[in-house]
């Protein structure tokens, strides 16, 4: 299949660099629900050959969402995973990632629960891409479109919310024109984190101004520097029945259990980001943007979780995790128009400085990171992490163990070519390669672990340190080819590649021998038809095959090849239905297999969808309903413990008395149902949230 696509687009290339045209003409920025921003130049979804969702600010207000999950949820094609409780993690397509998140089309792979306070669009793009956005974005990637000052324009905005968990926030959007050609914006807020398991907490804190700089008529200079200061306590979930003659399922009558408390279980998060960006229209044909990001993340998490559970003794585990992360990214592009299509040329550095290490737990009784606990349904909440199964008493402690230290220098130069390109009156293709040198350095610090004594297990730097190294030079081709029987109306084949190397996504190690294989690549091949109607509804129909190919010891001495083959197809319908009603609806298929054995890969429903139905009563109430529906789908190994299916309701009714001020009542789990989203592994699974009211008041200004 690729051969094909690759001869197809060799011989269509030929044909349209003879007949090429030399006019040009650009286009200015645009920042609308049905353009995707973060490609390069920006498009309409409906001439992007691939499935892409877009959330806008709007969207999010509507619809109650306070973090990525939520927005998740309401995506066909994705599905949340737990992220251990401190860090968003999404299935793309049967594909887990925690890295393949992006601001402003600049990666933002530091393992966190990102805020939607400043974000103008969110957009989630699915398929491997690496053509646009360099290595991962394996099964698909999230991109945040950050809101920026204005020029011309004086606004503000206040919206503040409460649910009925006890959480409560506030956020403050304000743009004031400071000259004709200077403008200053500011977006603050503040959350008050609750939910319906016992011993949560949380707060957030994130502040953002930008300023814009007219220069001249063709030159705008953007700077925005963000500070984000998050805290919350850490929920890995319940144990699975997955003894033998158990259910295979979480254990309903443990679902109000939470393992561990409030010293022993958190995250906190502190980040300052700084970003500058040039847009310099040099001619009426063609634009230059250079963007210049450097950030740097303090992230700790600590926490107590289940690894094993039997006859009412759970076996507890648990560690402390540090990281910090400096990162610098330059990416220049030019950009040029023509009569006949799009080209844009690129290049990209990135740098960075990843320091990390990780303390097992040790407790006093084990003198390792285990130790057991009686855990029943009339075993007295909350636990008592004191006294052990065996009724002795017991501490654990988290600075002692050291199990893990390393020190990371990542330097990523990126070259791209890409083309949009109308080959006649209904006739467009996408054409374009990447090419990446990637190299990275891991510093492996030696640990010693005593064997017996007083400090049994307890492990400590020893000075025997490894340095592996690696240099990667990848290119990455894409391929689209659209077909437009009428203006509004496309028809699409597409193919393109991602590739992940050897060090993960977080950098920490390249594994035993890991460093001796090619990264692990992902091809995606697509076929779609979208179409808008005259009404406001857009329809998009799409079918994907992805493939994953990945090097591996074979335990003989030898590789082997081990694959991840994926298919499924997607529906949605967003939009107008008329003046009074709207509708956003998706449904996903998603068949992913592991090729090796055959079994299913973890984590994947092989059926999702999702409703949101509005109904504009009057010019002063609405009213939507939302429902959602998640299949069963595998923890870990293809033979249990399950995520038993689900559907979930939920309503939201908003009130504008005036053009300015507007109460919203978002009500989720209408319907109270127990149910299970996603998980981590065994004994590690998530209580979907009880019914929850939040009422919210917005005022613009």
Do not use: C
């Amino acid at each position: 299949m690729k051969k094909i696509i690759y001869m197809i687009a060799l011989v269509i290339t030929s044909f349209v660099i003879i007949a090429q045209d030399e006019e040009l003409e650009v286009k200015g920025k645009v920042l609308f629900k049905d353009q995707v921003n973060s490609l390069k130049p920006p498009m309409p979804v409906l001439d992007v050959p691939q499935s892409v969702s877009v959330i806008t600010d709007e969207d999010i207000r509507n619809q109650g969402f306070r973090q990525i999950g939520d927005l998740i949820r309401y995506t066909p094609g994705v599905n949340t995973s737990q992220g251990e409780g401190h860090r968003d993690a999404v299935v793309f397509r049967g594909v887990r990632s925690t890295a393949d998140f992006y601001q402003d089309g600049v990666r933002d792979d530091v393992q966190y629960y990102r805020s939607l306070y400043n974000v103008e669009q969110v957009e989630i793009i699915k398929g491997a891409n690496a053509l646009l956005f360099g290595r991962g974005g394996t099964g698909g990637l999230i991109n945040r479109v950050s809101k920026t000052a204005e020029i011309g324009e004086t606004f503000g905005r206040l919206d503040t919310g409460a649910d009925s968990f006890g959480g409560a926030d506030v956020a403050l959007d304000g743009n004031i024109e400071v000259s004709d050609t200077i403008s200053f914006r500011l977006n603050f807020h503040a959350d008050s984190l609750a939910n319906h398991r016992d011993m949560f907490h949380g707060d957030r804190v994130g502040v953002n101004p930008t300023m814009r700089f007219q220069v001249n008529p063709e030159t705008t200079i953007d700077l925005s520097y963000e500070y984000a200061d998050h805290e919350r306590f850490i929920d890995r979930g319940i144990p699975t029945d997955d003894v033998t003659g158990g259910t295979n399922f979480p254990i309903d009558s443990l679902n109000g259990f939470v393992i561990g408390t409030l010293d022993l279980n958190s995250t906190t998060l502190e980040a300052n980001i700084l970003k500058g960006n040039l847009v310099h229209n040099y001619s009426d044909s063609g634009k230059v943007n250079l963007s210049v990001v450097a950030n740097d993340f303090n992230k700790m998490y600590k926490n107590l979780y289940a690894s094993d559970y039997a006859a009412g003794v759970v076996t507890l585990d648990g560690y402390l995790d540090m990281t910090l992360r400096e990162t610098l990214a330059i990416a220049l592009s030019n950009v040029n128009e023509f009569e006949r299509g799009t080209l844009a040329v690129g290049l990209e550095i990135l740098e960075t400085e990843n320091s990390n290490y990780r303390y097992n737990t040790f407790w006093s009784t084990t003198k390792d990171d285990n130790e057991t606990f009686a855990l029943t349904g009339s075993t007295p909440k909350p636990l008592n992490f004191n006294v052990n199964s065996a009724g002795n008493v017991t501490y654990v402690d988290y600075t002692s163990d050291l199990n893990n230290k390393s020190d990371t220098d990542i330097e990523v130069t990126s070259f791209y070519l890409t083309g949009n390109i109308d080959l006649a009156d209904q006739w467009k293709m996408v054409l374009g390669a990447r090419y990446d040198d990637v190299s990275i350095s891991v510093k492996q610090y030696g640990i010693t672990t005593p064997t017996s004594g007083a400090n049994e297990g307890m492990g400590a730097v020893n000075g025997n340190d490894v340095t592996k190294s690696r240099d990667d030079s990848t290119i990455s081709p894409r391929f689209g080819i659209i077909y437009k029987p009428q203006e509004n109306m496309s028809l699409y084949l597409s193919y393109s590649e991602s590739f992940i190397p050897r060090s993960g996504e977080q950098y920490k190690t390249f594994g035993t021998s890991g460093e001796r294989f090619d990264p692990d690549v992902f091809e995606n091949t697509e076929v779609g038809f979208k179409y808008d109607t005259d009404s406001g509804l857009s329809l998009a129909v799409s079918y994907f095959d992805m493939e994953q190919t990945k090097a591996a010891e074979d335990g003989t001495g030898g590789t082997e090849t081990r694959a991840l083959a994926i298919d499924g197809f997607e529906i949605t319908l967003n939009g107008d239905i008329d003046e009074r009603n709207a509708i956003r609806f998706g449904l996903a298929s998603v068949d992913a297999v592991r090729n090796t054995t055959g079994d299913k890969a973890k984590e994947v429903p092989e059926l999702t969808y999702s409703l949101w139905y509005t109904h504009q009563a009057n010019d002063m109430f609405s009213i939507s309903l939302g429902a959602t529906y998640q299949d069963e789908s595998v923890i870990n190994a293809a033979s249990g413990p399950f995520l038993p299916d689900y559907t979930r309701f939920d309503m939201s009714m908003s009130i504008t008395p005036n053009e300015n001020d507007a109460v919203r009542i978002n009500i989720e789990n209408l319907g109270d149902e127990t149910y299970y989203p996603h998980s981590h592994s065994n004994h590690q699974v998530s209580v979907g949230e009880s019914q929850n009211v939040r009422i919210s008041y917005s005022r613009s200004f």
